[in-house]
DNA sequence: TGATAAATTTGATTTAAGTCAAATTATCTT
DNA sequence: AAGATAATTTGACTTAAATCAAATTTATCA
C-alpha cells in the first residue's frame, strides 16, 4: 500500500548491467549538502541528475503566495532531478535538503551519452518515470478527495516507510514540513497529532515522531 | 501558462521519423466508444496503448466512497495508456470517453518492439512522461493550495484550450464532470459558475460554457 | 412527442479547516 | 550554557466549502 507512495528508483542502479552502472557511477561527483540547503530550484536549467547517497531531500513547489505543497520525500538510493532534464525544460520544481546529505551529481553530458547508448539504461528510465507517473496520480488524488485527518495519517506512514532504513524507527521531520506535505497549515497539523497522541497512535518528542500503532493509521488514512 | 497543464505528446507522432511512424500507425486498430463507455479501469492488466483520433476522454481515479478526482482530459492526438504498461504494473487509474471518439489500439507487443528497435521513440516517450510529470505537479499544487473559485477559473481555461481545436471555442462537459476536475462538489460548482456568469466572464446554454472574458478568467486562476 | 429519469441549480444549514493571537517549548549561536 | 530566535502548541474565532433538501431545467427514449 504505502509502496504506491514511493518512487523506490533504486532499481534503476541494481537492475544496470555493471559496465553501465560502472560507467554511471564513475561519473558521479559527490557533495555535502546542509540541512535546509537547496539543490535546485524551480524555473532554473538542469545541468545534470542528482542521487543521494545519504539523507533526505524535499521536491516541493511555491505557490505566489510562498505556501509550498511538498510533493515528495527522496530518501537515500535514489536518483532525482532528470524529469527536466528529459523533458527539456526548466526544473518544474525545487528540491532541498531537510537532514544534513551526501548527494552526487552526474552532468547532462554523461547521463545523455548513457541514454544513448544504454537501451537498458533508457528502458529503465522509462520504467521508472512511469512509476513517478502513478505515484504522483495517487498523491493527487488523496490531496484533493481525503480530509486532513486522513492525509495526516497517510503522511505518516509514507515518513515511516522511509525513515525506518535508516534512523531506527523514528521520523524527524519539522512541523511545516509535514504540513506542507500534507497539504494543511501548521496549526490544523499540531492539534491532529494532538489527537493522535491522545488515541495512542504516535508519541512525540520535540520533532521526533514514533508511529506506535501503525494498524490503526492505516484504518484511518483510509486508503487501499 | 496553460501548456503547464497540458501533456500535449503529439510531438511523439511528429517528431518520430517516417519508418518507425509507419510503423506504428500500421499497427493501429481503431474502434469507436460511446460516450461514458470505458477505455481501460484501474486495476486490470495493460495490454497496449491508445491513440485518440477523434473525442475526449478522462483519465480519473475513483476513491474507497466512489468519489472521483479526474486527472487529466485526453484530447485528439494525444496517447494515453503508455505508462503503466511501461511501468508492468496493473492500470492506476481508469479512462472513459466523455464524448463519442475514435480511438486506436497499439498492442503491447508492436509497441514495446518499437521501443526496443527504436532509440529516437525511446527518447521521445521519455521526454514525453518527463513532461506529463510536470503537468502533475503542477496540478497537484492547484488542486492543494487554490480555493475552489481559483481552481474552477483554472479549469475553465485547460477546457477551453482543448476545446478550441475541434468545437468551436465552445466547452462541453457534464457539471459533475468539471466538478470532478476541480475537486469540489457539483453544487458548489454551480454556484462558481453562476457568479462567473453575473460576473460577465462566461455565459452558459445548457452544459455549454462559453468563455467571454478570459483575462479575468486568468487573474481569477491567479496562477503564473 | 410526452413521460420519465437525470442533471443542474438554488436555498438553508453544518462543519472542517483556516486565520489570528498568544503562550510555551525547542533549537541555535556564540 | 545563556540568551536569542525560531518552532510548536493551544485558544478563540471566522470562513470556505460540504451536506442535505427541494425545485427546476434538460436529456433520453419508448
Chains 1, 2 share one sequence.
Not at 20 to 34: A, G
Not at 55 to 75: C, M, P, T, V, W
Not at 94 to 100: A, N, W
Not at 170 to 187: P, Y
Amino acid at each position: 500500500m504505502i509502496k504506491k507512495f514511493a518512487f523506490n528508483n533504486q532499481f534503476i542502479l541494481n537492475e544496470l548491467p555493471e559496465t553501465e552502472r560502472d560507467s554511471l557511477v564513475r561519473s558521479m561527483k559527490s557533495k555535502k549538502y546542509r540541512k535546509n540547503q537547496a539543490v535546485f530550484s524551480e524555473g532554473s536549467i538542469p545541468s545534470g541528475v542528482f542521487y543521494i547517497n545519504d539523507g533526505k531531500a524535499k521536491k516541493f513547489k511555491l505557490d505566489s503566495e510562498g505556501r509550498e505543497q511538498i510533493i515528495y520525500i527522496y530518501n537515500e538510493g535514489e536518483f532525482f532531478g532528470y524529469s527536466s532534464l528529459l523533458s527539456e525544460e526548466p526544473y518544474g520544481d525545487s528540491v532541498s535538503v531537510i537532514e544534513d546529505a551526501n548527494i552526487s551529481f552526474i552532468a547532462k553530458e554523461n547521463f545523455m551519452e548513457l541514454i544513448d547508448s544504454s537501451p537498458t539504461f533508457s528502458r529503465l528510465l522509462l520504467k521508472s518515470l512511469s512509476h513517478e507517473f502513478s505515484v504522483m496520480a495517487n498523491f493527487m488524488a488523496v490531496l484533493s478527495q481525503r480530509t486532513v485527518r486522513e492525509r495526516v495519517a497517510l503522511s505518516l506512514l509514507i515518513l515511516h516507510d522511509k525513515y525506518k532504513v535508516s534512523s531506527d524507527e523514528e521520523i524527524s521531520v519539522s512541523r511545516l514540513d509535514l504540513s506542507n506535505m500534507v497539504g494543511t497549515v501548521v496549526e490544523t497539523l499540531a492539534r491532529i497529532l494532538h489527537d493522535f497522541k491522545e488515541e495512542g497512535l504516535i508519541t512525540t518528542e520535540g520533532r521526533i515522531i514514533r508511529i506506535i500503532n501503525q494498524d490503526a493509521l492505516v484504518k484511518i488514512s483510509n486508503f487501499y
